[in-house]
């Protein structure tokens, strides 16, 4: 009878553990997903659609995170409170680019040291630390960077303004680490203070998204911003003559830009302006109307990523007054309130996303001015966890609870899930006994 049941559990179809979430939910909270609510313990198929699971703490509860294997995507992310060094950048920590520089596949970052004209490579170790040392120096007031791969060759090139040059210089990435000089930018007429990098046409030649402006830069920041004079943000395109003006996009002063290309939107251009106090976002769909989508007394940092991983790219803004790093979510095209993660000490100026800790989740770096430093802190969970169409998953939703007791059976889950794993197995026995066709039970 035993070996009879062995061979009998032995010959169960892999579909009865395939194609499904085991969920477990602990503490003072429950999961929605579709139209249903698990409470306690769930199996949820995934055989038929991409699922989402959106927890829901009680009155005397908050959700703490997601623990087991990790979502496909989310919505929505959780962050440490904790600011992990990056590395220091005396005289001014003023911008961030990331980039893979010696090809390991693992997010390194560029910052540039305002004052003393300089770029300092921080190399990422593979665990969310980073060694730093100079790559570029005497330059005249570099007030931007931007990263794009110019030569088609699979290393992301950098552009940095000078501004006080009044130039855009262009280093060519080699893939082991160095960046040599290739080229100087000098457009009439034009004083570049922050720029982003595309191939608007997708013909091989890159673009540059220019904020230009002059201003006086003798004292600190509130006196650059009161003495700007000629301010416009356009597109401008490489012809046999050099870069031309090819689309003026808004007659503001922006500290920093960034932009994408959408399927959907075109051209996605992120602009802070800080002369208006405005984050704003121009999309070539829209003719590049304006849309306002955060705003203080000094917007600084501006940058997209895809920090839940849900398709869709968000905003996260760095601002020096009120010191403050935001979040502004991406949900098919519209987007959310500013979301504050954190404030700092001193004024915030860059913004980049990467996976610096290599967890699998999108961190979150900025820098404060004039403490000189660079840190980010680590996105630990999504919120909303999203599981994609037939995987197979076994996590935990936990809440705050009443009790710091362990309890048994949410033990045996956060062990690997085994008491539900021979629940089901017994079940598809039961099942074959009857000789009844077996079924899981399908969310659709």
Known sequence: ?????????ISLPFSVFANQITLGVTGNGSVKYGDETCTDTCTISTENNNVMLSPSAN???NFSHWSGQQCDFGQGIKTSNDQLSIGRAGGGAK?????????????????ISLFRGQIIKYLNQGNGTFSSRGLISSLNYPSAMATHDMDQDGFSDLFVAEYGAKQVRVYRNDGTGQLAESAIIKIPNVIPYA??????????STELIISSFSADRSGDLFQLVNSIQNQEVAIYEKSPDGYVKSQSIANTAAVTLDSYLDSEHGLVIASAEIDTGNIS????????SRMIVDQSNAPYGVGFADVDDDGDMDIV???YGPYSLRIIYN???????????????DGLTAVSVGDFNNDGYQDIATGQFNTNNFYYYAVESYIDCGVVKGSTIELTANFSANSTTPNVEETSKSSGGTFYRWLIVLLGFVFVRRSVNIKTARFK
């Not at 009878?1 to 559990?9: E, N, P, Q, T, V």
């Not at 893979?100 to 390194?108: E, F, H, I, K, T």
């Open 1 to 9: 009878m035993k070996k009879k049941l062995c061979a009998i559990l």
């Open 59 to 61: 009155s005397d509860g």
């Open 95 to 111: 911008t961030l680019a990331k980039v893979d520089l010696d090809n390991d596949g693992v997010s390194d970052l560029l910052g």
């Open 195 to 204: 720029i982003s990098a595309t191939d608007l046409n997708q013909d091989g």
């Open 281 to 288: 976002v121009y999309r070539s769909s829209d003719r590049f």
């Open 317 to 319: 803004t760095a601002h």
């Open 331 to 345: 949900v098919n095209g519209s987007y959310s309130s500013a979301i504050e993660i954190g404030q700092g000490e």
